[in-house]
């Protein structure tokens, strides 16, 4: 796994390639007059003070000009409006809002859209914000990254019947809770910030956040940067690394979808980095075929050509079909510098007390992708679909025989 010191090498690699351009001969110069005039009649005094002058104006071009010019870049790229979903999970959405708001990237928003949520989370929330609670992460494995920010973070709750108010439009919030008051998935949830997003009419780009993330400080302006760079691109993923084993790879910026048995892999799963090895940005981005939705980071022309999430995948396979749709008008991009901590499966599991079980609501999400990209394989397909459902169902009784005993 990289370190942060590494990271932060790479990033400033510009910066340092500038510092060494310096016009050091001036330098060299005003030292050859100090030691060519011992007896003080070259008026070397001046000639060193015009020289340092000359220099000094130099580095501050070359370093802070450079920084600042980094800084007013990332500014000019535009506001960036960061989604994250929370249904019933408010310590990982907490702990998420804690890394997210230590981003160096200079100019986004946080929209937390509760999908219903009945264990209090829009209220856990809202007092986080409001500084009234702070969360304790003293056991968390990346702790580091959740040191507490000096940050006022001005937050805001919205109810349902009130989120596309004008209200909406003020600049006077950071974080901004909609309580949706319904469980719409992972696709209905993100529509209703991307749609608030869109409506405020300052959007560049949407960052959609899973919950159970806790993200590095550059990992935003290392997205940016690099859509920045690939200008035909539409979404970018990040490097997502497992939360409890950093030193593994859960994906390299999204997966690609293996047709022939109708399932998704991610790129680099499993990859153990911490040897330093990994896959270099071109080849990454020349087989992913959808950013992880864990993490990816969606052009504003993309959501205004392409549309929103389909919602009628509800969970699972969302993914997938929204960089399908938008194939051919938008490329995909990576971002090996934009890393992110992902507890894989947190949101899933809460699916189990659902009487639909997890795998044949996967299997339905894989079978409309099929249906709708991948017809020749469908038929294929549908009979795992009702081998994998029948299994379901015969455990279903089962498990009501034993019941009524």
Same mark, same amino acid.
């Given at each position: 796994m #990289?370190s942060?010191a590494?990271?932060?090498?790479r990033?400033d690699?510009?910066? $340092?390639v500038?510092?060494l351009?310096?016009?050091?001969s001036?330098l060299?110069?005003?030292f050859?007059?100090?030691?060519?005039?011992g007896n003080?009649?070259?008026g070397y005094?001046?000639?060193?003070?015009q020289n340092m002058?000359?220099?000094?104006e130099?580095?501050?071009?070359?370093?802070?000009?450079?920084?600042l010019?980094?800084?007013?870049?990332m500014?000019?790229?535009?506001?960036?409006y960061?989604i994250?979903?929370?249904w019933?999970?408010w310590p990982?959405?907490l702990?998420?809002? $804690?890394t997210v708001?230590? #981003?160096?990237?200079p100019?986004f928003?946080?929209i937390?859209?509760?999908?219903? #949520?009945c264990?209090?989370s829009?209220?856990?929330?809202?007092?986080w914000?409001?500084?009234e609670?702070?969360?304790?992460?003293?056991g968390?494995?990346?702790g580091e990254?959740?040191?507490?920010?000096?940050?006022?973070?001005r937050?805001?709750?919205?109810p349902s019947?009130q989120i596309?108010s004008?209200?909406?439009?003020?600049d006077?919030?950071?974080l901004?809770?909609l309580?949706?008051?319904?469980n719409?998935?992972?696709?209905?949830?993100?529509?209703?910030?991307?749609?608030?997003a869109?409506?405020l009419g300052?959007?560049?780009?949407?960052w959609?956040?899973n919950?159970?993330t806790?993200?590095?400080?550059?990992?935003?302006?290392?997205?940016?940067?690099?859509?920045?760079a690939v200008?035909r691109?539409?979404?970018?993923g990040?490097?997502?690394?497992?939360?409890?084993e950093?030193?593994?790879?859960?994906?390299?910026?999204?997966?690609?979808?293996?047709k022939l048995?109708?399932r998704?892999?991610?790129?680099?799963l499993g990859l153990?980095?911490?040897d330093g090895?990994?896959?270099?940005?071109?080849?990454?981005e020349?087989i992913?075929e959808y950013?992880?939705?864990?993490?990816?980071?969606?052009?504003?022309?993309?959501?205004?050509?392409?549309?929103?999430?389909?919602?009628?995948y509800f969970l699972?396979?969302?993914?997938p079909?929204? $960089?399908?749709?938008g194939?051919g008008r938008?490329?995909?991009?990576?971002?090996r510098?934009?890393?992110?901590?992902?507890?894989v499966?947190?949101?899933?599991?809460?699916?189990?007390a659902?009487?639909?079980?997890?795998?044949?609501r996967?299997?339905r #999400?894989?079978?409309r992708?099929?249906?709708r990209?991948?017809?020749?394989y469908s038929l294929?397909?549908l009979?795992?679909f009702?081998?994998?459902?029948g299994?379901?169902?015969? $455990?279903?009784?089962?498990?009501?025989?034993?019941l009524?005993r």
């Open positions: #990289s942060t590494d990271m932060s090498a990033e690699t510009g910066m $340092a500038t510092v351009s310096f016009p050091f001036w060299f110069t005003t050859f007059h100090i030691s060519s005039c003080g009649t070259c005094p001046d000639r060193f003070r002058m000359r220099f000094g130099s580095f501050w071009r070359c370093t802070a000009g450079s920084a010019g980094v800084a007013a870049r500014a000019d790229s535009g506001r960036v960061i994250i979903v929370n019933n999970g990982d959405t702990e998420c809002l $804690a708001f230590r #981003s160096t990237y100019d928003r946080v937390v859209c509760d999908n219903g #949520s264990d209090d829009v209220a856990q929330i809202s007092a914000g409001a500084g609670l702070r969360y304790p992460v003293s968390s494995p990346l990254l959740m040191v507490a920010t000096d940050r006022r973070i937050t805001v709750v919205v019947d596309f004008s209200w909406a439009a003020k006077d919030w950071d901004l809770v309580a949706i008051g319904a719409l998935g992972f696709a209905g949830g993100n529509n209703v910030g991307m749609r608030l869109l409506a300052d959007c560049a780009y949407v959609l956040l919950n159970d806790v993200v590095d400080p550059r990992a935003l302006s290392a997205m940016v940067h690099r859509m920045e200008s691109a539409g979404m970018c990040s490097r997502i690394h497992y939360y409890h950093p030193g593994k790879i859960w994906a390299l910026g999204g997966g690609y979808f293996r048995i109708g998704s892999e991610n790129i680099g153990d980095i911490s090895k990994s896959m270099d940005t071109e080849a990454v020349s992913m950013p992880a939705g864990a993490s990816m980071l969606v052009r504003e022309a993309y959501l205004r050509a392409v549309g929103l999430m389909d919602e009628s699972y396979c969302e993914e079909d929204w $960089a399908m749709r194939a938008f490329t995909l991009a990576y971002a510098d934009s890393v992110v901590y992902h507890k499966a947190a949101s899933t599991q809460k699916l189990d659902d009487a639909l079980s997890a795998e044949v996967l299997l #999400s894989q079978l992708f099929m249906a990209f991948h017809p020749q294929l397909f009979i795992r009702l081998f994998a459902k299994k379901s169902m015969m $455990a279903f009784r089962v498990a009501q025989e034993d009524s």
